[in-house]
């Protein structure tokens, strides 16, 4: 009984630890973000708590208020160089729209495609299958090139339905190979008595199938909008005007030095967004990261 306490009380107290270990970055983030300046900054020794919280930082990147003249309202000019802004609330508007929109597009073309290749037999579909896989392998950068003159060629460079195709266009594959093994985790004799009753393969799929893998839809959707979210690659060669959160993030890395404060700020913003979109979905996520984990 001593060592199986024993092993509880082990396993319990790694569990925290590497808990611990993954979440002190963002920990450091957000306590980062609320520094102010002298205290980022300071050469003799690592600030922990030993300073007066502030919401400069956030007032900047999120009201789009000048540090410079906030610095002189508090009395404080310690490294203010000039009166630029940083405001990124734009940045946040556009992200929020390009991730949603390519997600719910990804979403609705990755269902109607997972669902033919797990139903419907054809010739050549596991090579199809194979071929989907494949783009998965391909970094981004090998296309850039190309993909930036095909989007300047058809208008749709430095747009934001641009973004929301590229990033669709990116998170497919996933999508479709998810939701697949989310479909074949339903028994085709589902399909096959609902056509016993009549029902069209359209109405299989919509009223029957569709409701029996909402969770693993809701899975799928946060993968993509997490992807959509954090890409920053296609999103810095397909945009000269349009910022996303990563591509705004790279612009406080100046040549006199990098705003510190202003970055965790902006990314501790940015995680809000995805925290709430798995809080709107998580009774569906649970359901899906299970799904087919128990077989007959």
Not at 112 to 130: D, E, M, T, V, W
Request: with cysteine; proline share 4%; aromatic share 12%.
């Amino acid at each position: 009984m001593q060592g199986t306490r024993f092993t509880r009380v082990l396993r319990d107290v790694t569990a925290v630890l590497v808990v611990a270990l993954f979440m002190f970055p963002i920990f450091w983030w957000g306590l980062t973000s609320i520094k102010p300046i002298s205290a980022i900054f300071n050469k003799d020794e690592v600030v922990f708590f030993d300073f007066e919280p502030t919401l400069v930082n956030y007032q900047v990147v999120l009201l789009g208020k000048s540090r410079a003249e906030l610095a002189i309202e508090s009395g404080s000019t310690f490294g203010v160089g000039g009166g630029s802004t940083y405001d990124s609330r734009q940045t946040i508007l556009d992200s929020i729209l390009i991730a949603v929109g390519s997600t719910v597009l990804t979403i609705f073309l990755g269902v109607i495609a997972a669902y033919a290749l797990s139903r419907i037999n054809f010739r050549g579909r596991q090579a199809y299958l194979n071929w989907i896989l494949s783009q998965r392998f391909m970094p981004p950068i090998a296309i850039i090139v190309p993909i930036v003159f095909m989007f300047h060629y058809v208008g749709l460079r430095d747009t934001i339905m641009g973004l929301i195709f590229i990033h669709t266009l990116i998170n497919l594959p996933v999508a479709v190979l998810l939701m697949k093994s989310f479909f074949d985790d339903v028994p085709v004799e589902v399909d096959e008595a609902a056509m016993l009753d009549g029902a069209t393969r359209f109405q299989i799929f919509r009223k029957v199938i569709l409701p029996l893998v909402t969770g693993g839809v809701a899975a799928t959707a946060v993968l993509c909008f997490i992807f959509s979210w954090t890409e920053f690659l296609l999103s810095l060669f397909l945009t000269n005007t349009i910022r996303t959160l990563p591509v705004k993030i790279s612009t406080f890395v100046t040549s006199t030095g990098s705003e510190w404060g202003f970055i965790s700020a902006l990314g501790t913003s940015a995680i809000v967004p995805s925290f709430i979109f798995i809080l709107l979905v998580q009774k569906q996520l649970v359901r899906g990261l299970t799904l087919g984990s128990l077989k007959d």
